[in-house]
């Protein structure tokens, strides 16, 4: 395995870590009325989105630059 499948996969697991650990809070918020848990649980949420979508395009550039050689 090359060092590159390493690295993508684990930007894919962190997003997804993060994703999770912001439903956790939102929950957590919702069920112990925690305004400001449930806000922080969707603010993870987006960085979670937002980390994803970029991983996404670094990895579309590297293949695309890879190809060009």
């Known amino acids: 395995m090359q060092q590159n499948e390493l690295t993508k996969g684990a930007s894919a ?3 997804k870590s993060d994703q999770t ?5 939102e929950a957590a918020g919702d069920l112990t ?3 400001r848990l449930k806000r922080e649980g969707k603010v993870d949420q987006a960085g979670a989105k937002v ?3 970029v991983s996404k395009g670094i990895d579309k550039m590297k293949r695309a630059v890879g190809e060009k050689k």
Request: no cysteine.
């Open 33 to 35: 009325g925690n305004e």
């Open 51 to 53: 980390k994803g979508k």
């Open 13 to 15: 697991v962190g997003a």
């Open 21 to 25: 650990k912001g439903r956790i809070k």
